[in-house]
């Protein structure tokens, strides 16, 4: 590739969109000095940049038909089987379409990315890998992951396992949903606002959130770098462990890790929770508008239960757990905007592995196809240019510095408790809208469901939904959340609750 020196035309852009006042001598001295620059650029292109390792042989498999998907789960099929032997042996695992699988064609949920083939493997899909696990697909992912519901993705709606009808929740529903219908062992899933833990809720598994920066994001779309988080999915308590254990653990490529924690996670499934104390967070429930009654009671009864298992269990109040959506939601919509969108998947100022591959094709598809991007994205990126525009990025940075406000009010209140419980979701799996529906509720469908889930993305602690019970055929999830690096007592406790059932 051979860059272009810029016309004085182009110059005369660049400089009025960041008002500056330059006369034609001007910008013609400027194009004339970033000939040394330009050089540079130049030279990278002779030289051949660092790339993923790509260890087990694989074919790229096929995007199956409707008869072989249930659900609309998958997204593409496919069989990469890894070591001969480990802790993932005979157990088949789905990815969620947001991961980089070296061959395997990935679209993030998205017709601006259809085509994309990666050329490498993203750091858990090689840990998978190396652990025996075999990589039996892609599944369906929200488009650009941008929605708790199941419906944006343009490969169509993922439906719940347990009324078709329903959503089965996002943006990591594939996962979930073939999780739940028995169809693979384990998949991964990720979560910048509760996209682990919605579909885990409402499709009845257990949907783990880890630490953030404990599982390496490398390989990975990103859609905010610090609420990027990518974690495991599975039927028990038990897969859920063994495959944090096979992926967690820094991997020197993300700048997300720091002082990264891991730990025997299965040895801390006793059975028993032993004098753990347990502290029902009061705001979780009776949100205003959005709770069911049913969903609170389950959850609050299956938290008393936990006492049958050695947990001392009270109610404790965090008032500023109703300020954590609207601490996210800055940082969500302006830092998605600049990352995801302007930044095309990568931006910059960070230290990481950049997969360039993904952010030349995803750029050149999202410029020429910006309508076909969905409903919330386009919300997501007028909102956050606007603020940008118009306040230049001063609440993003407000919302960042209260985030840790926030962190440290959960960080008292988990030196009181050891873990705390609320409704993963405040209501039931809704039903999946009409194709004939309006903009205005497809929106209110995809992102209502957040309020509980969203202020753990911003503080990094570990949350995991697990079943808490059944209302009218719909699974209930209860939300287990965890000191910094203490996934074992978060899966111990589930792992006693589990034991009940």
Known sequence: MVVKKPTLGELDRISQQYH??????????????MSGTLASYSRLDELTEPTLPVKYPRTPGYRPLPHENPYNAWYWKTSIKGAASGILTGKAIAIKDNVCVAGVPMMNGTAV????VPEVDATIVKRILDAGGEIAGKAVCESLCFSGSSFTADTGAVRNPHDESRTAGGSSSGSAALVAGGVVDMAIGGDQGGSIRIPASWCGIVGLKPTYGLVPYTGIFPIELTLDHTGP???????????LEAIAGADGLDPRQYNVQTAPYTASLTGEANNIRVGIVKEGFGILGLSEADVDEIVMEAAYRLEKVGCKVSEISIP????????????????ATMLMVKGNSMGTNWKGHYTTSLLDVYARGWQSRADDLSETTKLVLLAGQYMQDKYHGRYYAKAQNLGRLLKNTYDAALQECDVLVMPTLPLKATKLPASDASREERIARALEMLPNTAPFDVTGHPA?????????????????????WDETTVLRVAHAFEQLN
């Open 20 to 33: 500056l006042e330059l006369t034609p001598d001007d910008l013609a001295s400027f194009q004339s000095l």
């Open 113 to 116: 990315l259809e085509g994309y």
């Open 464 to 484: 995991l939904s697990i079943n808490a019970g059944m209302s009218a055929g719909l699974p209930v999830g209860m939300m287990l959340v965890g000191r910094y």
């Open 233 to 243: 999915m599975a039927r028990t308590v038990q897969d859920v462990a063994l495959l």
């Open 320 to 335: 500023m757990h109703r300020d954590g959506l609207h601490i996210w939601t800055p940082i969500a919509t302006e830092g």
